[in-house]
């Protein structure tokens, strides 16, 4: 891949830190798309790396802060050392992920001679300047003060326009990296994996309950659930454990903690699950089309951009077991229906979403604020 890096723009991606959600692996895959495509491309984690061994590579240029939250000392020793980076390696756009991590960026901006363009993705679907009322007009007001914004679907975009008073407000659409396709597509006991964090929104248990549905129908087949919870909500992940137990299900859901090899958990399975009540564009539901998977997926947020329903996989409501049940039933049932959407999944994924295509996406917005045509 090569993008046009004529332009000569200097690209930092800025998160709190590299660990393993939707946010954080946006940016590194960001980071590393541009840098892959010839642009200067660098990767600031605002606290630490974290868990993402990849950083670093294909030529990003990686920058720890080591700030403490907490610590106002700590995040002010931490605002000097990214002015000093803006300055030192002549940062032209720095695009901010993460609404904990806006408001630092924020703080580090006054004084410069010659300010970097900010700008800003809003990844949460589920919350947009809600909350207490002091954290939403700070967020705001730094928001007012990007140069440019986007958000992770349509509707977190409309929101954004309408609560903030924003009128440059855009729709970032996520890429993810190539693929191995799936062997497995066609298997005679498929694998139906779900992933992301375990968290009541994202709704795993609903995978469960229609397991145990089609368990009792005499149906075939192995679920696995990939993903953690957060340290609030370990609850929730017991919670799951304990209705696979109940339900009888011991010996066919399998709860995967973390996953460090995303793609070889894809490469063995044959269908993909979204049950998430919300979702901008979820990157493991376009991995899994990516890995040519059969994905039923709930209609919410941008979902609807990817899935076509009966076409690239199955669109079902949110919240509505039966529906999940009977789409499941079908892509069990019938091998050639699987294969079909998993293999128009993919061919869709590569055409549309793939990291060259979000690179490329990035920088014809990242033009704009800098005045670069």
Same mark, same amino acid.
């Given at each position: 891949?090569?993008?046009?890096?004529?332009?000569?723009?200097?690209?930092?991606?800025?998160?709190?830190?590299? *660990?393993?959600?939707?946010?954080?692996?946006?940016?590194?895959?960001?980071?590393?798309?541009?840098? =892959?495509?010839?642009?200067?491309?660098?990767?600031?984690?605002?606290?630490?790396?974290?868990?993402?061994?990849?950083?670093? @590579?294909?030529?990003?240029?990686?920058? =720890?802060?080591?700030?403490?939250?907490?610590?106002?000392?700590?995040?002010?020793?931490?605002?000097?050392?990214?002015?000093?980076?803006?300055?030192?390696?002549?940062?032209?756009?720095?695009?901010?992920?993460? /609404?904990?991590?806006?408001?630092?960026?924020?703080?580090?901006?006054? *004084?410069? %001679?010659?300010?970097?363009?900010?700008?800003?993705?809003?990844? #949460?679907?589920?919350?947009?300047?809600?909350?207490?009322?002091? !954290?939403?007009? +700070?967020?705001?007001? $730094?928001?007012?003060?990007?140069? @440019?914004?986007?958000?992770?679907?349509?509707?977190?975009?409309?929101?954004?326009?309408?609560?903030?008073?924003?009128?440059?407000?855009?729709?970032?659409?996520?890429?993810?990296?190539?693929?191995?396709?799936?062997?497995?597509?066609?298997? *005679?006991?498929?694998?139906?994996?779900?992933?992301? +964090?375990?968290?009541?929104?994202?709704?795993?248990?609903?995978?469960?309950?229609a397991a145990a549905t089609l368990?009792?129908?005499?149906?075939?087949?192995?679920?696995?659930?990939?993903? /953690? $919870?957060?340290? &609030?909500?370990?609850?929730?992940? =017991?919670?799951?454990?304990?209705?696979? &137990?109940?339900?009888?299900?011991?010996?066919?859901?399998? %709860?995967?903690?973390?996953?460090? #090899?995303?793609?070889?958990?894809?490469?063995?399975?044959?269908?993909?699950?979204?049950?998430? &009540? /919300?979702e901008g564009l979820s990157m493991?539901?376009?991995?899994?089309?990516?890995?040519?998977?059969?994905?039923?997926?709930?209609?919410?947020?941008?979902?609807?951009?990817?899935?076509? &329903?009966? !076409? /690239?996989?199955?669109?079902?409501?949110?919240?509505?077991d039966e529906a999940l049940c009977?789409?499941?039933?079908?892509?069990?049932?019938?091998?050639?229906?699987?294969? +079909?959407?998993?293999?128009?999944?993919?061919?869709?994924?590569?055409?549309?979403?793939?990291?060259?295509?979000?690179?490329?996406?990035?920088?014809?917005?990242?033009?704009?604020?800098?005045?670069?045509?």
């Amino acid at each position: 891949m090569r993008i046009d890096a004529a332009h000569g723009l200097t690209i930092a991606q800025v998160v709190g830190t590299f *660990g393993g959600g939707g946010a954080q692996r946006l940016a590194y895959n960001l980071a590393s798309a541009l840098a =892959e495509g010839g642009v200067r491309s660098l990767a600031i984690a605002v606290r630490e790396l974290g868990s993402y061994h990849e950083v670093g @590579r294909n030529g990003v240029l990686v920058r =720890e802060l080591g700030c403490r939250t907490g610590s106002p000392l700590s995040l002010l020793r931490g605002a000097r050392r990214l002015r000093s980076i803006v300055r030192g390696e002549n940062i032209d756009v720095l695009h901010v992920h993460g /609404t904990g991590t806006l408001p630092f960026v924020d703080l580090a901006m006054p *004084g410069f %001679m010659r300010r970097p363009a900010v700008v800003f993705t809003w990844h #949460d679907s589920e919350s947009v300047l809600e909350g207490p009322a002091a !954290k939403a007009r +700070r967020l705001t007001a $730094a928001l007012r003060r990007c140069d @440019r914004v986007f958000g992770s679907s349509a509707s977190v975009s409309s929101r954004l326009r309408e609560r903030a008073g924003l009128a440059n407000v855009s729709t970032f659409r996520n890429g993810v990296a190539p693929l191995a396709t799936s062997e497995q597509v066609g298997s *005679g006991m498929p694998l139906i994996v779900w992933s992301g +964090r375990l968290v009541p929104p994202k709704d795993p248990q609903a995978l469960v309950r229609a397991a145990a549905t089609l368990r009792r129908d005499g149906l075939r087949f192995r679920v696995g659930i990939a993903g /953690t $919870a957060p340290n &609030h909500l370990h609850w929730f992940a =017991e919670q799951t454990r304990t209705l696979i &137990h109940d339900e009888g299900l011991d010996e066919v859901v399998q %709860m995967r903690g973390w996953v460090d #090899d995303v793609p070889a958990l894809l490469r063995e399975s044959a269908i993909g699950v979204q049950s998430s &009540h /919300t979702e901008g564009l979820s990157m493991t539901l376009l991995e899994q089309m990516m890995a040519g998977l059969a994905v039923v997926a709930t209609d919410v947020g941008d979902t609807a951009v990817a899935i076509e &329903h009966g !076409k /690239t996989g199955l669109l079902i409501p949110p919240g509505d077991d039966e529906a999940l049940c009977d789409a499941l039933r079908r892509l069990i049932t019938d091998v050639e229906l699987r294969c +079909r959407l998993g293999a128009a999944a993919r061919e869709k994924a590569l055409a549309e979403f793939s990291l060259e295509a979000m690179a490329e996406q990035a920088l014809r917005f990242y033009r704009q604020p800098v005045g670069c045509t």
